[in-house]
């Protein structure tokens, strides 16, 4: 098995354990900050054991500043976890998972207003592309999830989590040279002191089913996940790996209509559509239109 093939299995892997998630979140039956704190707690008896085999514990693994990034970054895939797991109940798992993967376009708009990037012609119609699919799907409200002001209440929690997505993908590129694995341990650690207070932890889940739902969430969703993650995207280029990471809303998709009987609108289908084209053509760099290339060019180097 060649490095691609393998790196495109372990990243295809990743994907479809991802699109799970909701899943285990909502049959575990435990409100959401318990379920995010036992998460970093698994995560983080895995990532321990995995970077001590790594032999990356260690005093210079990490400098004070780049410890104190990696803490930042962690405050903020926990804050992201919370939100997204927070929404599956209000807009169901599919609509949050298909809102959630505005991520690419949180990020864009965090490149311009931090470090001054130029927003092209062509970042920008898949842009308008993303949100007219969020109006579809803000227009949408299936009876079995939630409706009115609660469904929307879904959709901006999911918004919330994708931005805090971005702000922690920021952080890491300003960890480059640090290894992934010991990041992630970083943050589940900081989630562990973060909800520590609010998880209410001496009322302890109860059954070995919620225990073992719980427990993958930790030592699957977060540690096996992020070591294939990890181990693809060292392998794959930037646009397979992007392609390959839209296996996860498609997942999630399934399991709602497979899992919880969705049945969704025709206004949902066409705005998560237009999320995941837009999503797509961002990440993939995919052409504009001939009629739009032309005014892109005509617009000159400085752009819109």
Known sequence: MNSTTRGTAEMSAAMVISGTIGWFVVRSGQPVLAVVFWRCVFGAVTMIAVC???G????DAMSGRQLALAALGGVAIVLNWLLLFAAYSHA???????????????LVGLGVLLFAERLT???LFWLVMAFLGMLMIVQGKPGGSGAGGDYLVGIALALGAAFFYAVAAIVAKALKGVPPHLIVLVQV??????LAPLANVSELPSGATSWALLGTLGVVHTGLVFILL??????????????LSFIYPLVAIIVDLAAFGLQPQLAQIA????????AAGMTLGWSLPAWLRRSDAQAGPSGT
Request: proline content about 4%.
């Open 52 to 54: 001590a085999a790594m």
């Open 56 to 59: 990356l514990i260690r005093r």
């Open 92 to 106: 169901s798992i599919s609509v949050a998972t298909v809102v959630y993967n505005t991520q690419p376009f949180m």
């Open 121 to 123: 012609l062509s970042k």
């Open 189 to 194: 650690l900081v989630g562990i002191v973060m």
């Open 230 to 243: 990890y181990a693809a995207i060292q392998r794959l280029p930037t646009t397979l790996t992007g392609a």
């Open 271 to 278: 705005g998560a559509a237009a999320i995941l084209v837009a």
